[in-house]
């Protein structure tokens, strides 16, 4: 997965004023490569677990459609654990064409990884940081 490194700063922005709850949102691509980030409400407020607020979904997948971008991923940090599935990630990985963004907070640097979830198996999947255009990254503007 290619990333951009403004949104890989953006996700590890977010983690870190979401601590020490679990931060959460999707990423969009502009043909192979995440161009966009879009901060979600973790509704359950929660360090172990997120939901997502339903109403801001929709709204991030409508910017995406109108912006002529595609959901690629889902993310989220782990405040206090690695940056690997939790048994709980593997079990509502619902969608086998995304991808599974963890931001880890639990170390002295942040560290993110990206999974393939399909039926209960985990793949990891390379993240390509790239420098990409300077426009805004997707805050829910």
């Known amino acids: 997965m290619k990333i951009e490194s403004r949104v890989i700063k953006a996700m590890i922005e977010h983690a870190r004023r979401e601590l020490p ?3 959460c949102g999707y ?4 043909g192979g490569t995440v161009v966009r980030h879009y901060e979600l409400t973790n509704t359950d407020r929660a360090a172990d677990h997120f939901s997502m607020d339903p ?7 409508g ?3 109108s912006r002529n971008l595609r959901p ?3 993310y989220h940090s782990h405040p206090a654990t690695p940056a ?6 593997i079990r509502l990985a619902f969608d086998p064409d995304i991808s599974y963004v963890i931001v880890s907070m ?6 993110t990884r990206s999974f393939r979830i399909r039926k ?3 793949y990891p999947e390379e993240i390509e940081i790239i420098q990409g255009a300077e426009y805004d990254s997707g805050n829910n503007d």
């Open 106 to 111: 639990a170390g002295p640097d942040p560290v």
């Open 120 to 122: 209960g198996r985990v």
């Open 72 to 74: 690629v991923a889902v």
């Open 63 to 65: 910017d995406m459609r």
């Open 55 to 61: 109403g801001e979904q929709f709204a991030a997948i």
């Open 21 to 23: 709850h679990e931060a």
């Open 84 to 89: 690997r599935p939790s048994t709980e990630d």
């Open 27 to 30: 990423l969009a691509a502009e």
